[in-house]
């Protein structure tokens, strides 16, 4: 997994309550991106960051937000969690080709 | 344009038989197409990838083979055992000014029967 940890592996949350999923890569990679994966969509991009508090959207970006303070942390926060936000969420890292390494997901139920 | 079409959705192949996955994208400024292994409860794992400037890279049992002109490349799977029975995703991918663009297609489920 190209040291890439994600923390929490699994959450249940309520419909309108902050969460905050963590990765952490011990990697030293300039490129980190949070993608969500749901059932016949494959992987899609919410936001992503090139540098310490540089960051960017992706192309599902809505009712997210990250933050990147140190180069090995990036903060994925839904600010008040909804049902379509269930869903499995990876975090990656970029080497130095440009292939992506990813971590483990966590899996994010909204009730 | 930025799409990458993936198909079959799922597929059943013997043990010993031939798995194929097909991809096809639309923007030619994609210069990199990994291909990823996914096991249920884990993340996706670089299987194997090519550039645009060869036809064919083959590791392994795995092969892909890349057609230019027409915006397509496959995954072939050889000699498919039942550890190979995962989830696939192919992807195209570039470099852009502060980051990269990298798109899925949307998976192809593989079993191999025993």
């Known amino acids: 997994d190209a040291g890439i940890t994600q923390s929490p592996r699994h ?23 949070w993608y969500r994966q749901d059932p016949g969509h494959g992987l899609r991009l919410i936001h992503y960051s090139y540098g310490v508090k540089d960051t960017d959207k992706g192309e599902v970006s809505d009712g997210y937000s990250v933050s990147r303070s140190k180069t090995e942390d990036f903060l994925l926060t ?18 130095q080709v440009g292939e992506a390494f990813f971590g483990q997901g966590t899996r994010l139920t909204v009730v | 344009q930025q799409q990458v079409k993936q198909s079959p959705q799922s597929l059943i192949v013997q043990k010993g038989g031939i798995s194929i ?13 990994p291909w990823y292994q996914q096991f249920p409860g884990k993340g996706p794992a670089l299987l194997i990838a090519i ?7 083959k590791e392994g049992r795995f092969t892909i083979s890349f057609n230019k002109s027409a915006k397509q490349f496959s995954l072939h799977i050889m000699d498919s055992q039942p550890g190979d029975s995962a989830t696939y995703f192919c992807a195209a991918s570039r470099r852009m000014d502060s980051s ?8 192809t489920r593989l079993l191999v029967r025993p």
């Not at chain 1, 959450?11 to 991106?33: A, D, F, I, S």
């Not at chain 2, 550039?51 to 890279?57: G, I, L, T």
């Not at chain 2, 990269?100 to 998976?107: D, N, Q, R």
């Open chain 1, 11 to 33: 959450k249940v949350t309520e419909t309108g309550t902050p969460v905050t999923l963590r990765c952490h890569q011990t990697e030293n990679h300039r490129y980190m991106y």
């Open chain 1, 78 to 95: 839904l600010e008040s969690a909804t049902s379509s936000q269930t869903s499995v969420y990876f975090c990656a890292t970029f080497g």
């Open chain 2, 21 to 33: 996955i097909n991809c096809a994208y639309e923007n030619t400024a994609f210069d990199y197409f």
């Open chain 2, 51 to 57: 550039r645009p400037d060869v036809s064919e890279k």
């Open chain 2, 100 to 107: 990269y663009k990298l798109i899925f297609g949307s998976g």
